[in-house]
């Protein structure tokens, strides 16, 4: 597995500087703004957000590198649990995985009832933090899309 790991390591990395630059400049809002965070985590007791498969690689090799097979266990048991409340969600408002896939119905219609706190949430803190998604790192701000650039501000 570290073979594909060294492979992707490149790529990886491309994604790594990014998010230093991203923690630069929302350490620097931060600052400026006067934002502290509480630590409540209620940022993340709900969750409808998209993640690259990029990120997703960089969350995999994050677990393969420093979760126990129990952390790795109970994250499973969680994930397929969301899976099916979602699954039943779904059959529930007969909305098809079909037109889901194809983009016909936004994912946030179909779960903004169950309020499914994230799965790497573990005693009110990140378990993931170091490889948190891009998503993450930005809470509090905005991001939008000019020029094919993504601001944050
Ligand atoms: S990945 Fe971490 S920071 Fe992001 S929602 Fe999950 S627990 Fe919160």
Redesign the pocket.
């Known amino acids: 597995m570290s073979k594909v790991f060294d492979f992707i390591d490149e790529y990886l990395k491309v994604l790594n500087d990014t998010y230093g630059m991203l923690k630069e400049k929302t350490d620097n809002l931060n600052k400026e703004l006067d934002v502290s965070c509480y630590k409540c ?1 209620n ?2 007791k709900d ?1 409808r ?1 998209a993640v690259s498969i990029t990120e997703i690689l960089n ?1 995999y090799r994050y677990i393969y590198n420093n979760f126990t097979w129990e952390d790795i266990n109970s994250v499973l048991l969680k994930a397929n649990e969301y899976n099916n409340s979602i699954s039943k969600a779904l059959q529930e408002k007969r909305i098809s995985e079909k037109d889901l896939v194809e983009g016909k119905i936004k994912f946030n219609e179909t779960t903004n009832s169950l309020k499914l706190p ?4 573990k005693d009110n ?5 170091e490889a ?2 891009f ?2 790192r930005c ?1 509090g701000y905005s991001i939008y899309l000019q020029k094919k650039k993504y601001i944050v501000s």
């Open positions: 985590g940022c993340c969750i957000f969350i994230c799965f790497f949430l803190k990140c378990s993931i933090y948190r998604p998503i993450c809470f």
